[in-house]
């Protein structure tokens, strides 16, 4: 049974630094950040208990440097390495170099990343737990023979997945037989020279899909959801937009996700926070498991908004060997939130990022609304990294209410120096599509195509 934390070594930047920094302070935990040369000068280095340089801007030599990380956290003596998301969050191997050299690492067990990350496998113990999944191959394709058989069993289109994709990327549609076999070679030599994997499996494309996913959290024994958030907003297989709850969803679907959700987590045996996500059928009003993220996601604070807990500080508990003390009658939503990851990027530029000095900031305020965001004047966003630069949380007793209070934080919001897409968020927001909550994925593409008409 692990000991409580003393100490964490944080690696990751940016919003999600800060945001483990101040849990581990309120935990009373030293916070120990390991950043690159880039963000020296960042607020997380700044507001973290210690911090230590273990490589140069690019990535490769830094954030995912597990060497340097694992350097790190030995020589600063910490109990766990708490990844964050993105980066190391999801790499089985250095979770397993973690438990080789005795540091705690604060997310699942190697061996359920490891499972979970491979979308084939992942399909697999959802079968075995009953879950419901996207009609399609049962195994990894790797010959034109077998994706035609699948392909008349399925029909088309159809969509071919690589298995280690993540993130929107790896995946190709095909519209008829005749692009089957150039399509297939493709997306294999993508998926080998992206991912280092060329294993690939077919879906049933569904086109009026929307985006929901349940968060879950785990102590190894109890598992407890804290609802669902709906993602459908997203553009380029990027959430741009999310929310909590559902718009959609009626009580009895709501607890069928979330029933799976929680059984898939018994069946793989789960511990920690993680991310069971879905494909919504609009029209046959049916939903899919497509994959689950074995870590804290960027949009977790929708799920604290409305149920008024601490995520981060349950992780760190648990990666301590605390046990919850909450079952799932506890766990209370109330209200709907809605979150906007605000990004250094120009939509009028094909979505350009943008990066440069933030000449001033305004931070929106008032009951409800939250920012979290590692900005402030004066410092100068770097070129190396994702551009989303915050996210911005407004909570209000029903949907009405986080729209409009979501549009005048936006409004508040000011950041000088920069392009953002906080602009863009306030027309979304605002139009009677979104309003109306009865949307699927295609919506943010169709508004931009109407929007640069």
């Not at 302070?25 to 916070?31: M, V, Y």
């Not at 519209?175 to 879906?203: C, H, K, N, Q």
């Amino acid at each position: 049974m692990p000991e409580p934390l003393t100490s964490v070594l944080i690696a990751n930047r940016g919003e999600i630094a800060l945001r483990v920094i101040r849990a581990c302070k309120e935990l009373g935990i030293r916070s120990i950040l390991a950043h690159s040369e880039a963000d020296a000068d960042s607020l997380p280095v700044k507001l973290a208990d210690q911090a230590v340089c273990i490589g140069p801007a690019q990535v490769a030599m830094s954030y995912r440097n597990s060497h340097a990380v694992i350097s790190a956290a030995l020589a600063f003596k910490a109990d766990a390495i708490h990844p964050g998301y993105g980066f190391l969050s999801e790499n089985a191997d250095f979770a397993a170099q973690c438990e080789a050299e005795g540091i705690g690492f604060v997310g699942p067990a190697s061996h359920i990343i490891r499972s979970m990350g491979d979308k084939i496998q992942a399909k697999v113990i959802a079968r075995q737990a009953g879950v419901p999944t996207v009609p399609g191959s049962l195994g990894a394709i790797s010959e034109y023979a077998e994706a035609l058989t699948v392909a008349g069993e399925v029909g088309y289109p159809m969509l071919i997945k690589a298995a280690a994709g993540g993130g929107g990327r790896g995946m190709r549609v095909v519209e008829t037989a005749e692009t089957l076999e150039r399509d297939l070679s493709e997306i294999m030599s993508e998926a080998e020279t992206a991912f280092g994997d060329p294993s690939v499996y077919i879906e049933r494309y569904l086109t009026d899909i929307r985006h929901i996913e349940i968060q879950v959290i785990s102590d190894g024994t109890t598992v407890l959801h804290i609802g669902e958030r709906d993602c459908t907003a997203q553009r380029r297989n990027q959430k741009l937009i999310e929310e909590s709850p559902s718009p959609v969803l009626t009580p009895e679907l709501r607890q069928g996700l979330a029933d799976a959700a929680v059984a898939l987590c018994r069946e793989v045996g789960y511990t920690n926070a993680g991310t069971v996500e879905f494909v919504f059928d609009n029209v046959e009003r049916k939903y899919y498991f497509i994959e689950m993220n074995t870590r804290i996601q960027v949009e977790h604070p929708v799920s604290e908004m409305v149920s008024g807990i601490d995520l981060i500080k349950l992780q760190l508990e648990i990666a301590g060997g605390k046990q919850l003390t909450m079952s799932q009658e506890d766990v209370e939503l109330r209200g709907h939130a809605i979150e906007c990851r605000i990004n250094a990027e120009d939509p009028d530029r094909g979505f350009a990022p943008h990066p440069g000095t933030i000449e001033h900031f305004r931070a929106p305020g008032g009951f409800g609304v939250r920012l979290d965001t590692h900005i402030e004047a004066g410092y100068t966003i770097p070129p190396y990294y994702d551009s989303m630069i915050g996210k911005l949380i407004c909570w209000g007793k029903d949907r009405d209410e986080a729209i409009a209070r979501s549009l005048r934080a936006l409004e508040e919001l000011d950041v000088g120096g920069i392009i953002t897409t906080a602009g863009l968020q306030q027309q979304i927001l605002d139009s009677p599509t979104f309003r109306s909550g009865e949307f699927n994925t295609a919506f943010v593409a169709k508004f931009l195509a109407d929007r640069s008409s």
